[in-house]
């Protein structure tokens, strides 16, 4: 490790290793290099061969924009880097955190660290020392029963910062030498900035470490700092006073024109009021002007800056063309991956930007969403009907529109998306009329839907109880190249009272975008407006997964992976979803000949993209070359179908198609797995193995075969001599749906009205008090059953 001590006319480097000196002019002019170096490749952490580059200008206007910056100052505050006793370092978090600046460095990034530490390293060692001469000294002359009435003096910091600046710098160099990096230290005061040229020393110093691939480690010089003054003149531009390490962060950022400044500090970033205060909000992104809404609280417990300075030296570097982020560094469930995870551009702290955005926030959008759904559930049935139906009739009337912004998808589309995503990106006028005769359905089943009672009971004498439908809240429906989901969904969101947002794939904005502003329209009549929410901004899935004060439900609609991802995405938030549609037909020993070619061509091949088409095939062994085993087979060679040979089918035939790779596979296109069993109970045992708890059928002529698989097949659809394509909502009845769930709570199957929807409990009494059910009590409880009121099935 270097650690290069400044002077207004040399620098001169010391290798702690090598014990030399070595004189270098530092009134060279370094430019910094056009060329990015070539990214070596140390031990196992990951790198990128692609050079990162950026023209220092403007500020990233979007979080999504960070992952572009090249060259990034991490500035570590006191509380970050300080145990909770404030004597010594949290070795742990100072590991995680030089890991992780070690692997953005090894990816061809500029890396800088603006550390505190010195301080509290210093201290440790100096009340160490303390207690130890002062042990000495009792033990001598007072004896050994005194040592406990030691007391340790007040320790001055710049004493403490100048014996600990050199064990926090070994303690740096040991980490980075891990990870093949060489870091080197650089000791600042304000002078280093206003005098001119140890500022160009300075500069010139930094760009030749990065151009070496070197890690700075710059930290003010506290050993000779004068005290901590008022920050009166972070308002400036061009001027700002190295007081503390925030302001040193920001001016090293701006002077090194740094893409990105990540301060860590120990809370998670802005709020709208004091951290810890019942009605406290993270600020996501926080706008210069801003300052004026805020309030802000104490300072950390240990350090020299507060929230305030930060926020000021904040925005400061992003006036000069730095991003900024304030993020917690010391939360041990985020803390091991903070820095990367900002990088990334995910939702972490809160960002600083200068570019606000046309509409409102995601967090706005969820809070309008909860009010507007609120509102929709106190609407009468029949006007919560006149919504959809004034939609459906929006469908057709609004058809030219819908198909026009349909056809530039379509068109942007071309060459990016596979044909069976074009397939379900496009949209028809057979589809709209579809859709609206759906929608009515919605609307003729919505009369009752909310507020139902369920169950009621008389607990005691003029005490009783009734279990009531009601909304679960806000829903979060994600959907891939589906533009007709959007309309479905806000039907059966309206019908259920629930507040819905809407994040579409991007392959659907002009589709989505029309058939919001016309779902808002049919909720304008009853002053609903706001209920359902489309999200345009850059959100990223993962982050919209993780408002689990904002969102009740999120519903995914779109592939395997999608699904899969935002099951692992949601914190504290119910996914309802599959993860695959791995559906089987078990083809019986006593089978129709006619019925089976219609119904493996139609599960397979009517719409074979769809998460209810067939996957699977299963044949009795006992069919095996036979003219019906035959007809199949000549069938899918027809309708060019792909089959992949199961094991036990590939054992039977000397020339076999290929071997299927897996028999959980979900295809998605004109693919097939055929695969023999013994008998029902052999497919029955093979479903629950490879299948996905989605549709699975039996096919054949014998009753009891068939109520055997109809009872013993653990899927959310089992049907005996129909075709997996069934297993929808609109088929069923439910006039559409949000999903296919295969989970087992709350909803099952494909889900409609009903699975949108929650219970609550209104108990009705008289000054009832628990105590009068006591054994010595005046009360029993009776719990007699009474009759619930009829649906209304018209």
Aim: one cysteine or more.
């Amino acid at each position: 490790m270097l650690a290069w001590l400044l002077d207004s006319d040399w620098l001169l480097p010391f290798d702690h290793h090598l014990i030399s000196w070595t004189d270098m002019h530092a009134t060279t002019h370094v430019p910094e290099p056009s060329v990015i170096r070539h990214v070596r490749s140390w031990s196992n952490i990951p790198f990128i061969t692609v050079p990162l580059s950026r023209t220092h200008g403007k500020s990233f206007a979007h979080r999504g924009e960070l992952k572009h910056a090249k060259r990034i100052v991490v500035k570590l505050g006191s509380a970050v880097v300080t145990r909770g006793d404030e004597c010594g370092l949290a070795l742990g978090r100072l590991a995680s955190i030089v890991e992780q600046v070690s692997v953005l460095q090894n990816q061809g990034r500029e890396m800088m660290l603006v550390t505190s530490g010195a301080v509290a390293f210093g201290k440790q060692r100096l009340r160490h020392e303390i207690l130890l001469s002062q042990s000495v000294r009792q033990a001598l002359h007072s004896g050994q029963n005194q040592l406990k009435e030691m007391a340790i003096p007040v320790l001055e910091a710049r004493a403490c910062a100048a014996a600990g600046q050199s064990g926090l710098m070994a303690l740096y160099e040991a980490m980075f030498t891990q990870y093949s990096i060489c870091a080197a230290q650089i000791l600042v005061t304000n002078l280093d900035f206003h005098d001119e040229q140890k500022r160009r020393n300075l500069n010139g110093t930094l760009h030749e470490l990065l151009r070496m691939n070197i890690v700075p480690i710059v930290n003010t010089n506290d050993a000779v700092v004068p005290p901590a003054e008022p920050n009166s003149d972070l308002q400036g531009v061009n001027v700002i006073s190295v007081k503390d390490n925030d302001s040193l962060a920001a001016r090293l950022a701006v002077e090194m024109k740094t893409d990105l400044l990540i301060v860590l500090s120990d809370v998670e970033g802005l709020f709208d009021s004091p951290p810890g205060s019942d009605d406290a909000k993270l600020i996501d992104i926080f706008y210069p002007g801003d300052q004026q809404s805020v309030t802000f609280g104490t300072k950390s417990r240990v350090g020299m800056g507060g929230m305030e300075a930060k926020v000021k030296a904040a925005l400061w570097a992003l006036q000069g063309g730095t991003s900024v982020v304030i993020a917690n560094g010391t939360h041990p469930k985020v803390s091991g991956h903070v820095i990367t995870d900002i990088v990334e551009g995910k939702k972490v702290g809160t960002f600083f930007s200068e570019v606000k955005p046309a509409g409102p926030t995601v967090e706005q959008q969820g809070e309008m969403a909860r009010s507007g759904g609120r509102m929709l559930a106190t609407l009468e049935p029949e006007q919560r009907a006149e919504i959809i139906h004034h939609l459906a009739d929006l469908l057709t009337d609004q058809r030219d529109e819908i198909l026009l912004a349909n056809k530039k998808d379509l068109e942007e589309a071309e060459g990016r998306l596979a044909a069976p995503l074009l397939k379900r990106l496009s949209l028809s006028t057979s589809k709209l009329n579809s859709l609206a005769i759906g929608l009515r359905q919605i609307a003729a089943s919505s009369q009752d839907s909310v507020g139902r009672v369920l169950r009621r009971t008389r607990i005691a004498k003029n005490l009783e109880l009734e279990q009531v439908t009601v909304p679960i809240g806000v829903l979060l429906v994600i959907f891939e190249s589906r533009p007709d989901c959007l309309p479905q969904v806000a039907a059966l969101a309206i019908a259920s009272g629930n507040g819905l947002l809407l994040k579409g794939g991007k392959e659907a904005a002009h589709s989505n975008r029309i058939l919001h502003l016309l779902t808002q329209e049919a909720l304008s009549i009853h002053g609903v407006k706001e209920a359902v929410q489309l999200v345009n901004t850059r959100e990223e899935v993962e982050d919209l997964c993780r408002l689990d004060k904002m969102i009740d439900l999120i519903i995914p609609r779109g592939s395997s992976q999608l699904v899969r991802d935002i099951q692992k995405a949601a914190k504290g938030i119910p996914v309802m979803g599959h993860s695959e549609g791995i559906c089987h037909m078990y083809v019986d020993s006593e089978a129709s000949v006619d019925k089976v070619t219609r119904l493996v061509r139609d599960s397979k091949c009517e719409y074979p993209a769809a998460c209810n088409a067939l996957e699977t095939l299963l044949i009795h062994r006992d069919l095996l070359r036979t003219p019906l085993f035959d007809q199949i087979i000549d069938m899918l060679r027809v309708e060019q179908v792909k089959i992949h040979a199961g094991p036990k089918f590939a054992s039977y035939l000397t020339f076999s198609p290929s071997e299927v790779k897996s028999l959980r596979t979900e295809y998605g296109d004109l693919e097939l797995c055929i695969e023999v069993v013994d008998n029902v109970q052999d497919a029955i045992d093979h479903i629950h193995k490879y299948g996905s708890s989605h549709t699975d059928v039996i096919v054949t002529e014998n009753e009891n075969t068939a109520e055997f698989f109809l009872q013993h097949v653990d899927s959310a659809c089992v049907f005996w001599n129909a075709s997996t394509r069934f297993s929808d909502g609109y088929r069923f009845g439910l006039g559409a749906e949000v999903g296919i769930s295969t989970s087992r709570i709350h909803a099952r199957g494909p889900v409609g009205l009903e699975g949108l929807l929650t219970t609550k409990w209104l108990l009705r009494g008289k000054d009832h008090v628990v105590s009068d059910f006591s054994e010595h009590g005046s009360l029993k409880y009776l719990h007699e059953n009474l009759p619930v009121p009829q649906r209304n099935t018209n």
